[in-house]
C-alpha cells in the first residue's frame, strides 16, 4: 500500500535558524505533493504543492519544498524559522488517477523559541 | 478553487447517539472525500462519497458506523453512529478539483465532535 513518512515527530528550534523538514512517499508512478500548516486550534492550510516542471516549488510565508523523484522525497525547508510558524506539519501524497484522495504523513510538530 | 462550508463546527454528544455533520461546497464537484483526525495524530480518509451510488469505504471504516450520502454534486453528508469516545475526533470533508495531474484538494473547516 502506498504510504507517506515524515522523518520527525516533534522539531525544536530557536528562532532564525533553517527549517528542513523531511517526507518521502512510496509509490513509483505520477503524484501530485502537498505540505499543509496546522496552527494550534485552527484548520488545515495548503502551505505549498507540486504538479509538474521545477522541482523547486515556493510557497506562502517563505517556505519552499524540493521534489527529488529519484529519492520519492519532497523535503520542506526555511531559511530562517519565526515563533509564529510553531505548528503541525503535514505532508499528503496525491496519485494520479486515483480520484484526488490524498495520503498524509505522520505529521511534524514544530515548536520555535522566540 | 472551491469554497466550503461543513455543520456543525463542533458539538458535544453522549455515547450512543448518532451525528450528521453536513458538507457543502460552491460549486459542483467531481470528488467529494471524508477524513477523520483524532486527537493528536494525522488525517485518515473514511471514505470517497460518489454521486448517486454507495461511498467507497477505506480499510477500517465501514458503512454501518460511517454511512455517507450524496445527493448532488455539491452536497454529502457523513453519520457517525452509536458514538463512543474513541469516535471523538475532528471530521474534514474535502473536494478535489479534478482528476488528472494539477488536481488539487480543497478543506472544510472542520467539525469538531467530542462524545462524553
Known amino acids: 500500500a502506498q504510504s507517506v513518512s515524515q522523518h520527525n515527530h516533534h522539531v525544536i528550534l530557536s528562532e532564525a535558524a533553517s527549517l528542513e523538514l523531511g517526507c518521502n512517499y512510496s509509490?513509483?508512478?505520477?503524484?501530485?505533493l502537498f505540505w499543509y500548516v496546522q496552527y494550534p486550534g485552527q484548520h488545515l492550510q495548503l502551505l505549498l504543492k507540486?504538479?509538474?516542471?521545477?522541482?523547486l516549488v515556493k510557497g506562502i510565508k517563505g517556505f519552499e519544498a524540493e521534489f527529488i523523484k529519484s529519492k520519492f522525497s519532497f523535503n520542506l525547508r526555511k531559511p530562517s524559522v519565526q515563533w509564529s510558524d510553531t505548528a503541525e506539519y503535514f505532508c499528503a501524497v496525491m496519485i494520479y488517477n486515483q480520484g484526488g484522495k490524498l495520503i498524509f504523513g505522520q505529521g511534524t510538530e514544530l515548536s520555535v523559541k522566540p | 478553487s472551491a469554497v466550503i462550508s461543513q455543520k456543525p463546527s463542533r458539538d458535544i454528544c453522549q455515547r450512543g447517539t448518532s451525528l450528521t455533520i453536513q458538507c457543502q461546497v460552491d460549486s459542483q464537484v467531481t470528488m467529494m472525500f471524508w477524513y477523520r483526525q483524532q486527537p493528536g495524530q494525522s488525517l485518515t480518509l473514511i471514505a470517497t462519497?460518489?454521486?448517486?451510488?454507495?461511498?467507497?469505504?477505506e480499510s477500517g471504516f465501514v458503512i454501518d458506523k460511517f454511512p455517507i450520502s450524496r445527493p448532488n454534486l455539491t452536497f454529502s453528508t457523513l453519520t457517525v453512529s452509536n458514538m463512543s469516545p474513541e469516535d471523538s475526533s475532528i471530521y474534514l470533508c474535502?473536494?478535489?478539483?479534478?482528476?488528472?495531474?494539477?488536481?488539487?484538494?480543497?478543506f472544510g473547516q472542520g467539525t469538531r465532535l467530542t462524545v462524553v
Open positions: 474535502s473536494v478535489s478539483t479534478g482528476l488528472s495531474t494539477g488536481t488539487e484538494a480543497f
Open positions: 509509490y513509483g508512478g505520477t503524484v501530485n
Open positions: 462519497a460518489n454521486q448517486g451510488s454507495e461511498a467507497t469505504y
Open positions: 507540486y504538479f509538474s516542471g521545477d522541482p
